[in-house]
């Protein structure tokens, strides 16, 4: 008996020297590792967003987006099906059209690509409608927001369908009106076939709408 207590405590013993070795090792392995990361970090280190992957999150040709356009048979219910039925949630992350009908939610970026994609699966020619990505200009602050410009029947209709400045009509806001009203900077704007930065010129209000 004694013989077998005295090899259970040398293998308990041996128990605990393993644990606090492998800890050891984990809290060496993990300082340098972590002391690399940080060698490799630097101030400029920044997150990018590719302008092909953003126009890829339009997407006319989505059979989700195509079988809700075909159910809409309209651009105006298109924009009140996405301002009513798609919840306004900024915590959202951005994803393909699709995507967001299925989830039921998004941010204003979201719901921004929605209404893009179904003015393209209802047949909208890409050069008629684009995403607008801005600054915002509100007495309580500036904050980055996203809108839909859409030309129909003649007129530029800007049209945002979240609830963060209001609730709108389809066809409340034409020319620049929206942005006149609301808009501090439009920085970029986007649809599935392009990407463009939007000009200095644009910006001032000198000239009318950049042109894809």
């Known amino acids: 008996m004694e013989v077998l207590s005295n090899i259970s405590k040398i293998l308990n013993f041996r128990w605990v020297l393993f644990v606090m070795v492998s800890v050891a090792i984990a809290f060496v392995c993990g300082y340098f590792t972590g002391k690399g990361w940080h060698n490799r970090v630097s101030f400029h280190d920044m997150i990018i967003n590719n302008p092909r992957e953003l126009s890829a999150l339009v997407t006319p040709n989505d059979k989700r987006v195509h079988a809700l356009a075909d159910s809409l048979k309209g651009y105006e219910n298109a924009y009140l099906y996405v301002r009513d039925r798609i919840e306004n949630d900024p915590s959202t992350p951005a994803m393909p059209a699709g995507d967001i009908i299925v989830e039921g939610r998004a941010s204003c970026f979201g719901k921004a690509i929605v209404l893009c994609s179904l003015y393209r699966a209802l047949g909208k020619p890409a050069s008629q409608v684009r995403i607008v990505i801005g600054e915002a200009d509100l007495p309580t602050g500036g904050f980055d927001h996203a809108w839909v410009e859409l030309e129909h029947e003649g007129q530029c209709l800007q049209q945002d369908t979240t609830n963060i400045l209001g609730t709108f009509s389809f066809g409340q806001f034409r020319d620049v009106k929206y942005v006149e ?30 042109r894809f």
């Open 181 to 210: 009203t609301f808009i501090k900077d439009e920085e970029f704007v986007l649809n599935d076939k392009r990407f463009a930065i939007v000009s200095q010129l644009n910006r001032m209000k000198v000239t009318g709408h950049p």
